[in-house]
């Protein structure tokens, strides 16, 4: 399974962003997805997942901002961004889990005050 996660960028506090993740490979493997973060000097964190079966979960810090999607077409995993604010600054990863764990090489979102 390999993902490459895009759309990251500069934003004031309060604008949105998306993300996208692109998979490929053995995706009939795949029992979940989901995005993370890290943001300068802190651990990954886990900020929204989504089961096999489209369950969607968010961690607190984002719910009600954040939105993630999936078009099981063509593959991509979304990650709406809204109301953005410092502290979601954070290299974002995607990630997908079968028996093993496959990371995106991550993307940065900047949000200024």
């Known amino acids: 399974v390999q993902l490459q996660a895009s759309g990251g960028g500069l934003v004031q506090a309060g604008g949105s962003l998306r993300l996208s993740c692109a998979v490929s490979?053995?995706?009939?493997?795949?029992?979940?997805m989901g995005w993370y973060r890290q943001a300068p000097g802190k651990e990954r964190e886990l900020v929204a997942t989504?089961?096999?079966?489209?369950?969607?979960g968010y961690t607190d810090p984002v719910k009600g901002r954040f939105t993630l999607s999936r078009d099981a077409a063509r593959n991509i995993m979304y990650l709406q961004m809204d109301s953005l604010k410092p502290e979601d600054t954070a290299v974002y990863y995607c990630?997908?889990?079968?028996?093993?764990?496959?990371w995106g090489q991550g993307t940065l979102v900047t949000v200024s005050s």
């Open positions: 990630a997908a889990w079968t028996v093993v764990w496959y």
């Open positions: 490979g053995r995706t009939f493997d795949i029992n979940g």
């Open positions: 989504i089961s096999s079966r489209g369950s969607i």
